[in-house]
Antibody, heavy 123, light 107 residues
Framework: EVQLVESGGGLVQPGRSLRLSCTAS????????MSWVRQAPGKGLEWVGF??????????EYAASVKGRFTISRDDSKSIAYLQMNSLKTEDTAVYYC??????????????WGQGTMVTVSS | DIQMTQSPSSLSASVGDRVTITCRAS??????LNWYQQKPGKAPKLLIY???SLQSGVPSRFSGSGSGTDFTLTISSLQPEDFATYYC?????????FGQGTKLEIK
């Protein structure tokens, strides 16, 4: 079964750090770019960032709202993507989803989604 | 960043209705436009990619069209399971952006 499972969410104080994990199964993880998308309570979807596959350099892109604070990495040997979140702010409170990116041309779509993990930033 | 604007923000319709949701990009994005469906408490689901390509397993009553800056998602005959929130998303720019969502409710 094709599946993504996020873990690592929870309650954290402003200014602290948290690392989320996304474990993949059922597909060749290393062949895909991986992305994180978040959704604040009662709000819409917000793209956080993505990491390209090693075949495309494994480089990363981030939304302006998290650039410099969040880092995405991957371990293809374990089929895991990570989201390291530093200097957390209350506005980072959201459900965080991991997705793979189905590539078409030079674009791509968020195809497989995890169930999401809740991050609450509060004192 | 490319801004994506959906209209309407909410919509009431009945089972069997034909429904169209519009998405407009702040600049041309060619056909790099995707549509997602999200039900309460669930992860989004990819419906349409590259503006008009139906994702595997998605019912044929869903269709997408458009290019450049203007796009539409059409549901030809609403079914009870289609009541959800729909999002467009551009993949033209490395900084991906979503529309604000369209909530489709039962009339």
């Amino acid at each position: 079964e094709v599946q993504l499972v996020e873990s690592g969410g929870g309650l954290v104080q402003p200014g602290r750090s948290l690392r989320l994990s996304c474990t993949a199964s059922g597909f060749t993880f290393g062949d895909y770019a991986m992305s994180w998308v978040r959704q604040a309570p009662g709000k819409g979807l917000e793209w956080v960032g993505f990491i390209r596959s090693k075949a495309y350099g494994g480089t990363t892109e981030y939304a302006a709202s998290v650039k410099g604070r969040f880092t995405i990495s991957r371990d293809d040997s374990k089929s895991i993507a990570y989201l390291q979140m530093n200097s957390l702010k209350t506005e980072d409170t959201a459900v965080y989803y991991c997705t793979n990116i189905y590539s078409y041309g030079w674009g791509g779509a968020f195809d497989i989604w995890g169930q999401g993990t809740m991050v609450t930033v509060s004192s | 960043d490319i801004q994506m604007t959906q209209s309407p923000s909410s919509l009431s319709a009945s089972v069997g209705d034909r429904v169209t949701i519009t998405c407009r990009a702040s600049q041309s994005i060619s056909s790099y436009l995707n549509w997602y469906q999200q039900k309460p408490g669930k992860a989004p689901k990819l419906l349409i990619y590259a503006a008009s390509s139906l994702q595997s397993g998605v019912p044929s009553r869903f269709s997408g069209s458009g290019s450049g800056t203007d796009f539409t998602l059409t549901i030809s005959s609403l079914q009870p399971e289609d009541f959800a929130t729909y999002y467009c998303q551009q993949s033209y720019s490395t900084s991906r952006t979503f529309g604000q969502g369209t909530k489709l409710e039962i009339k």
